[in-house]
């Protein structure tokens, strides 16, 4: 099947402002529960390109792009990041600290963090046992969270009052983003690579398509949710979540075993532990890339889920399929990624929008 949608690769210069985008998004602070800073560097850059953009009581951004065919399409990007919180402030002025979202404390030791305190943002540093004074035992062991703890350089309680820090104050990673040749390294490219895809291919529609009515989800890490009220509000005929996800290959993964892969163009999601994507759904997808001549890769990942595992039980059910960026090292202060797989994604779901015609396209029969 071959899709009649004008998407043209992008020159040189789009390139350049596709990268430059996604280095704001990537290291614009915005853990579950403090999306404000990234909604509003979303809303700045859709300004003009759509119809209307409201926040909803919970601080999901919502986009509304007004198509003309009799059928309603949600995208749906997270905006939060794993991140961490101030648990307590101890005598001795370090900070005791709970995880947001699915972080592995081994990978979290001697990392930069800042503190966003009521003063304004104040760097640290995830303290770590050097291991010249670690027992055997302890060189065995993996950290655990109760053990990890952040340091700003305050020496007592007092002091850390004194810089306006309190229990409950968010703490994100600092990590500075770069770019080498097709790769980029960065830190929350899940979901901002999500968030990247939505505002591209909402640039990207045509005028005849359907109503696209992006919502820039809050809460995702903490579990889905921002996305079940978007849904809900929208009411959509089909949903898309948007995703940067597990790219596994690395060495210690065997092939059969790999969830994505780097260059492999677009992760079409079969199934994952909150959703079994509905079928109609499934088989559209694949149409359009292969008829696109879009590259795509099939994703089974049991162990992960999404936005979409509310979406598709919200109200009587909604038709939804995921499409992914591969990353590697997700739920990490670091990520890498190529830019030429998220072109290639966003020249994907701007042909998948254009497809959409009518409801009854993702509605089971008897």
């Not at 991140?83 to 002025?93: H, K, N, Y």
């Not at 020496?155 to 004194?162: D, I, T």
């Amino acid at each position: 099947m071959r899709i009649s949608i004008s998407s043209p690769r992008r020159t040189l210069g789009m390139r350049e402002e596709l990268i430059s985008l996604l280095e704001r998004l990537s290291t614009t602070p915005g853990p579950p529960g403090m999306e404000d800073r990234v909604r509003r560097v979303i809303a700045q850059e859709l300004r003009g390109h759509v119809d209307s953009l409201e926040v909803d009581a919970l601080g999901n951004l919502i986009a509304v792009k007004k198509g003309s065919r009799p059928v309603r399409v949600m995208l749906d990007a997270h905006m939060d990041e794993v991140a961490l919180m101030v648990r307590s402030l101890r005598a001795d002025g370090f900070l005791e600290i709970v995880p947001l979202g699915g972080l592995d404390p081994a990978v979290l030791l001697a990392q930069r963090v800042v503190v966003h305190a009521r003063s304004g943002d104040l760097p640290g540093v995830l303290g770590a046992k050097p291991r010249h004074v670690m027992t055997e035992e302890e060189l065995k062991s993996r950290p655990k969270f109760d053990e990890l703890y952040v340091d700003v350089g305050a020496r007592s309680r007092e002091e850390l009052e004194a810089l306006g820090v309190r229990p409950g104050d968010f703490i994100t990673f600092d990590v500075p983003f770069r770019r080498f040749g097709d790769a980029v390294i960065g830190k929350a490219f899940d979901d901002r690579m999500g968030c990247l895809v939505a505002i591209e291919a909402l640039k990207d529609l045509p005028e005849d398509s359907p109503t696209v009515v992006a919502a820039f989800t809050v809460q995702e890490e903490q579990g889905l949710r921002g996305a079940g009220v978007a849904a809900y509000r929208i009411n959509p005929d089909v949903a898309f979540a948007l995703e940067g996800t597990i790219a596994d290959d690395t060495p210690g993964v065997p092939e059969g075993k790999r969830v994505t892969r780097l260059g492999g163009g677009p992760a079409i999601r079969v199934m994952d532990r909150s959703m079994l994507t509905q079928r109609l759904v499934l088989e559209h997808m694949i149409r359009v890339a292969e008829g696109a001549g879009v590259r795509y890769q099939l994703q089974l990942s049991p162990r992960s889920g999404t936005d979409a595992g509310r979406i598709h039980l919200t109200r009587e059910g909604i038709p939804t399929g995921v499409v992914s960026v591969p990353v590697r090292y997700i739920h990490t202060p670091s990520s890498l990624a190529l830019i030429s797989d998220v072109e290639e994604t966003v020249r994907y779901v701007t042909h998948l929008l254009g497809s959409i015609r009518s409801a009854e396209q993702f509605r089971p029969s008897i």
